[in-house]
């Protein structure tokens, strides 16, 4: 990469639990930066027992030489002052979101007025990941749940499978024409 290309930066967003620090460790082909702090609520040590309290942060080089930054937001609300801070000069945003529990998928909708805000020309992508766990809704529930239109696709992914990752990436980075249609979606969920 030459000092004039400038790197592409993918946010990953979503609510607790959905996978963002597995995402982006699966994705990095660097040592990932991770903020990871011991769950302390009670209703959260259920899920987990870790939590990213700040971001995530890990590198990906495209086939053709493209650099990817890619970062994780923490997913709970507490830590939403960092939603704005990583969200400037995001291209792309990937929303995460758990397949098999919809109880806090709320959370991510919260995020996603944070960054119309932040960066109103972005691209959103609907990402419903943990597609693997024999509890998962079918891709038809998840879409109706969420009321996207018919227009707008979901993409399945398993976080912890490489190969799933990287092709959740490449279609987010090939999403330019989707852009407008992306954000009026979003505007009417």
Same mark, same amino acid.
């Given at each position: 990469?030459?000092?004039?290309?400038?790197?592409?930066?993918?946010?990953?967003?979503?609510?607790?639990?959905?996978?963002?620090?597995?995402?982006?460790?699966?994705?990095?082909?660097?040592?990932?930066?991770?903020?990871?702090?011991?769950?302390?609520?009670?209703?959260?040590?259920?899920?987990?027992?870790?939590?990213?309290?700040?971001?995530?942060?890990?590198?990906?080089?495209?086939?053709?030489?493209?650099?990817?930054?890619?970062?994780?937001?923490?997913?709970?609300?507490?830590?939403?002052?960092?939603?704005?801070?990583?969200? *400037?000069?995001? %291209?792309? &945003?990937?929303?995460?979101? #758990? @397949?098999?529990?919809?109880?806090?998928?709320?959370?991510?909708? =919260?995020?996603?007025?944070?960054?119309?805000?932040?960066?109103?020309?972005?691209?959103?992508?609907?990402?419903?990941?943990?597609?693997?766990?024999?509890?998962?809704?079918?891709?038809?529930?998840?879409?109706?749940?969420?009321?996207?239109?018919?227009?707008? *696709?979901?993409? %399945?992914? &398993?976080?912890?499978?490489? #190969? @799933?990752?990287?092709?959740?990436?490449?279609?987010?980075?090939? =999403?330019?024409?989707?852009?407008?249609?992306?954000?009026?979606?979003?505007?009417?969920?």
């Amino acid at each position: 990469m030459t000092n004039k290309e400038k790197a592409t930066k993918l946010l990953i967003a979503g609510h607790f639990g959905a996978g963002k620090t597995t995402f982006v460790k699966t994705a990095s082909q660097i040592k990932t930066v991770e903020t990871e702090r011991r769950t302390t609520l009670e209703e959260e040590k259920s899920k987990k027992q870790s939590t990213t309290v700040a971001m995530d942060y890990g590198e990906y080089q495209t086939e053709d030489g493209r650099k990817v930054n890619i970062f994780g937001v923490p997913g709970q609300k507490r830590f939403s002052f960092m939603w704005s801070i990583l969200a *400037k000069n995001t %291209e792309t &945003v990937i929303l995460l979101l #758990d @397949s098999t529990d919809i109880s806090r998928w709320y959370e991510t909708f =919260e995020q996603i007025n944070v960054f119309r805000k932040e960066i109103p020309n972005a691209r959103f992508v609907f990402v419903a990941n943990k597609r693997d766990l024999p509890n998962a809704l079918s891709m038809e529930e998840i879409k109706k749940k969420l009321k996207l239109p018919a227009h707008m *696709k979901l993409l %399945e992914c &398993v976080a912890t499978d490489k #190969d @799933s990752v990287i092709s959740v990436i490449k279609e987010a980075l090939d =999403e330019t024409n989707c852009k407008s249609a992306n954000q009026m979606a979003v505007a009417n969920i």
